[in-house]
């Protein structure tokens, strides 16, 4: 069945930098496209980035220029490098993938940011 699995969370001073990575099984990876979303407390899951598997990506505003969305099809990874990172980037960041309508939802890593 599918799987997602985040990992590479952690608390981090204000300026920081930290690389989550989301491993994927059970679907045909290389052919869907991979998304982070975060939720921070008290608010709602919302989109971060997004990478297609022709490569090309797209992010939310906020986090253009500190944030990079990656893949390595090969092992089923897809990646999100965070730099400069603030205290509002604080929330759980979830990977997701929808696959013929059905969204799959990993089980999140927290990333901290302090100030």
């Known amino acids: 069945q599918v799987q997602l699995v985040e990992s590479g969370g952690g608390l981090v001073q204000s300026g920081g930098s930290l690389r989550l990575s989301c491993a994927a099984s059970?679907?045909?990876?290389?052919?869907?496209?991979m998304s982070w979303y975060r939720q921070a407390p008290g608010k709602q899951r919302g989109f971060v980035a997004r990478?297609?598997?022709?490569?090309?990506?797209n992010y939310m505003d906020t986090v253009k220029g500190r944030f990079t969305i990656t893949r390595d099809n090969a092992k089923k990874m897809v990646y999100l490098q965070m730099n400069n990172l603030k205290p509002e980037d604080t929330a759980v960041y979830y990977c997701?993938?929808?696959?013929?309508?059905?969204?799959?939802w990993g089980q999140g890593t927290q990333v901290t940011v302090s100030s």
């Open positions: 990478i297609y598997s022709d490569g090309s990506t």
């Open positions: 997701y993938c929808n696959i013929d309508l059905k969204g799959y």
């Open positions: 059970g679907f045909a990876f290389s052919t869907y496209a």
